[in-house]
T-cell receptor, first 113, second 118 residues
């Protein structure tokens, strides 16, 4: 079993839809959970991060972590065409250890006008 | 503010040729990284440099060498390119980890070098 599994998509939704992106993981030591967004032909950029369990909200985006189920989610409300990108989950067991970051393979999202 | 700058943007090599990918950051970050991104494989760490003067292997270091030239610059060298090294290469940097337990110091990525080895 890979350490991090991410639904590959691709996912295509109409503008205004609620989008749910998910990752599962097997390493119970993971404490830091990140979502990176990558536009076509660009490098990834951090969208949100969560420490340990719980929810975190930032505008239309909500990151959710369920450590008991080893499952993380990113919800996008009122999705816009500008949200069309690849979304990568990433996880780490140690603070400040980006060299120990494990990425999911990414989910390609298209939001249609 | 340029952030992380990678050169070249595109490159085509023949098998056996060598080349160096350049990366520079202007954010005064201590740590720098080289990743490759392949379809269906996600991002994989090739090498990293936690601070100026140090380099360490990541997940897929074979066939590559790196040089941390100074705090700003971190280069990746392919000595004898192979078709399996066809990929998109990303350089990234990050600041030292913040002091609070629940904080995170993110990776800042360049826009990549698209390398094809024929």
């Amino acid at each position: 079993q890979k350490e991090v599994e991410q639904d590959p998509g691709p996912l295509s939704v109409p503008e205004g839809a609620i989008v749910s992106l998910n990752c599962t993981y097997s390493n119970s030591a993971f404490q830091y959970f990140m979502w990176y967004r990558q536009y076509s032909r660009k490098g990834p950029e951090l969208l949100m991060y969560t420490y340990s369990s719980g929810n975190k909200e930032d505008g239309r985006f909500t990151a959710q972590v369920d450590k008991s189920s080893k499952y993380i989610s990113l919800f996008i409300r009122d999705s816009q065409p500008s949200d069309s990108a690849t979304y990568l989950c990433a996880m780490s067991a140690r603070r400040g250890s980006n060299y120990k970051l494990t990425f999911g393979k990414g989910t390609l999202l298209t939001v249609n006008p | 503010n340029a952030g992380v700058t990678q050169t070249p943007k595109f490159q085509v090599l023949k098998t056996g040729q060598s080349m160096t990918l350049q990366c520079a950051q202007d954010m005064n970050h201590n740590s720098m990284y080289w990743y490759r991104q392949d379809p269906g494989m996600g991002l994989r760490l090739i090498y990293y440099s936690a601070s100026e003067g140090t380099t360490d292997k990541g997940e897929v270091p074979n066939g590559y060498n790196v040089s941390r030239l100074n705090k700003r610059e971190f280069s990746l060298r392919l000595e004898s390119a192979a078709p399996s090294q066809t990929s998109v290469y990303f350089c990234a940097s990050s600041a030292p980890g913040p002091s609070s337990l629940d904080s995170y110091s993110p990776l800042h990525f360049g826009n990549g070098t698209r390398l094809t080895v024929t």
